[in-house]
Structures are given as C-alpha cells and as structure tokens.
C-alpha cells in the first residue's frame, strides 16, 4: 500500500512542474453551510484540474527508467495532464480519445504537442489501445488513478490542506476511481487521523459506496449519465478501493441538480469557473449531505475544464441572484 513517504517523496519529486494552488474562502457560501468553507482550488492548476500531479510524478520516473514514449486512454483532465508533461520532459505522447471526444478538448491535448488518435466509444475500447501503442513502441501506458505513482502524486492535495488549513476539520473530496481520495486520505490519515475526510460521488455514480457497504469492487451501470464527467467510472480501482476501506470516513451523494446549483452558486458568487465533477464537494456541503456544525471545512475543487459551449446548459438561477 502507498505511504506517507510515497506522497512526500512526489511531492519533492514534481514541486517544481505543478503549482501550489490557493485555498479560497467565501462568506457567502461559509454563511449558507453554517461552517468556514475553503476551497482548494485545484481549477487553477496547471492543466486545470489536479491530475497533472499524479501523471508528473509517474512520468517524470519513468523518463528516468528510459521510457521514451507514453499513451494514455483519455479525452478529459487525464489526457491533457499526461500531454502536458511528457512534452515538457520532451518525451513523445499519444492520447487515445473517443471518437466522439469534444472537440476543444482534443485541442487542448494538441496545444499541448499530444498526438491524438481516435478510438471507440467506451473506455473499453480506448485502454487496450493505448496498452497496445505503448508496446508497440516500447513506450509506457500511464493509468488515470490505479497506481502507486498517480495516487502518491494525487495526495500532495492532503499535504497542502494540512499546511494551507490550520486546524482543519473535515475535507471533502470527489471520487471517481479513488486515485484523488486514496492518495489525499494517505497524506491526511497518516498525518493527523483526526482531520475527518468525506466522499462524494454523484447519485448516478454510486459505484464506490456501493462497493463499500458490499464490500467488495462492484461495477455499476449508467454512470455515463452524470453531468460530473470527470466521475463517470464505472467502478474504484484495486489498489485505491482497499486505502478507502481503510481511511474513509464517510461517503455521500449528491442529485445531478445538487451539483449544478453549486457550480453556479460558486460561478456567481465566487467569480471561479469550477466544472461538475468539483461541484459535487460544495454540493455536499450546502445540501446538509455533512453534519458540519461550525467546522473548518476544505472543499477539493478538483477542476475547472468546462466546454464554454456546454455551460449555460449546466448553469441555474440560484436563489438571491439577479
Ligand atoms: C479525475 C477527476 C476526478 C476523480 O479523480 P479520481 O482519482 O479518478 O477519483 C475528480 N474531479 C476531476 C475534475 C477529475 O478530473
């Protein structure tokens, strides 16, 4: 199982390609939650969202061990985060996207000097692909959260919380295959055990807690439905799913319209761009999903990328707005 020293280690290993991201507060939304509510804003990060730890720190290491090509399978933050610093470490980089992929994401990956290839519709399609190219040209598959390097690199959200926050109480993160949450739980977990730490997932995607109160890894169906297109696994990894049912605390969800009034609340009020996927740590806070009781209360907002053609179709009116 990852460790304390592993997230330490990454952090010191990929301090200089990634960023201390702010920790934003908001009267508005600590006065509406009855709690001080900070927001760790991972939708500032380079790349926009926080999966440019976990990639750097695998790839930086696998540059090390000769690798001299890299693929993943991902038209989101993944595939961008992945593009993004194998073409700093001037390592070549396909990204594997779904035929149907949104077209400023593809760009993105390009702006990054990733080369994109066109595969399927299904993440079933797209990882085999990926796994076959990094073979073929003896170069190295980069997985989204199911490895130690990804989920040690993710957990340096934790060390920031603790060392941002003082005397934190509760952090709520999003899960979508746990690399985010398994790392951050090691950093905070093994740090102080008293800093509690909350789940999210959306309704739709309820694959983790079911997966906890059976037990064991279950697959769940139409997770694809969910606006939160940064969660829409279909089931948490084998090694994250284990540090969850070790540390976690609790796991909660949220209603697709829960988490499209926080993002807007959070657009409106707060001015920051924020996508669904990081929407749901807010939508639990000011749903009443968390018994908060005055808490010091760290929000993981995991993202910003947001189609800006799609947005008014995610946006509400929020009560009080003009
Ligand atoms: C990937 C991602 C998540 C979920 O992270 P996991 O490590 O897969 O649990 C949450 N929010 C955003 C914005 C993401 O890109």
Redesign the pocket.
């Known amino acids: 199982m990852v460790q304390l020293e592993d997230v330490l280690r990454a952090r010191g290993r990929i301090v200089d390609s990634v960023k201390t991201t702010p920790i934003l507060k908001s009267r508005q939304l600590s006065k509406r939650c009855e709690a001080q509510i900070f927001l760790k804003s991972?939708?500032l990060q380079t790349t926009?969202?926080?999966?440019i730890r976990?990639a750097t720190n695998r790839v930086i290491q696998a540059k090390k061990e000769g690798v001299k090509f890299v693929a993943a399978a991902s038209s989101?933050?993944?595939g961008q985060a992945v593009a993004y610093i194998a073409n700093n470490l001037e390592i070549p980089a396909t990204i594997v996207v779904p035929t149907d992929a949104n077209e400023s994401k593809v760009n993105a990956i390009k702006e990054y000097r990733g080369s994109v290839e066109y595969c399927g519709t299904t993440s079933a399609e797209r990882i085999p692909r990926a796994k076959e190219l990094a073979e073929e040209l003896d170069g190295m598959f980069i997985p989204?959260?199911d490895h130690p390097d990804?989920?040690a690199g993710?957990g340096t959200v934790g060390l920031e919380i603790l060392e941002q926050v003082e005397d934190v109480d509760t952090v709520i993160?999003?899960?979508?295959?746990?690399?985010?949450?398994?790392?951050t739980l090691i950093a905070i977990k093994e740090k102080n055990p008293n800093v509690r730490v909350i789940g999210v997932e959306p309704e739709l995607g309820y694959d983790t807690k079911l997966s906890l109160e059976r037990g064991e890894i279950t697959p769940v169906e139409g997770t694809h439905l969910t606006i939160?297109?940064?969660?829409r696994?279909t089931q948490?990894?084998t090694l994250?799913f284990p540090i969850l049912q070790k540390y976690l605390d609790e796991l909660v969800l949220v209603t697709e319209d829960e988490i499209r009034y926080a993002m807007s609340f959070v657009m409106e009020r707060m001015k920051q761009l924020i996508?669904p996927?990081?929407a749901?740590t807010v939508a639990a806070a000011m749903f009443d999903k968390v018994n908060l009781n005055h808490e010091k209360v760290v929000c993981?907002?995991?993202?910003?990328?947001v189609d800006l053609q799609k947005l008014s179709e995610l946006l509400v009116k929020t009560e009080g707005s003009n």
């Open positions: 991972e939708h926009g969202s926080f999966k976990g989101g933050n993944h989204p959260y990804i989920i993710q993160v999003p899960i979508g295959g746990g690399g985010l949450m398994s790392g939160a297109d940064g969660i696994t948490p990894g994250t996508e996927s990081s749901t993981v907002i995991s993202g910003g990328n």
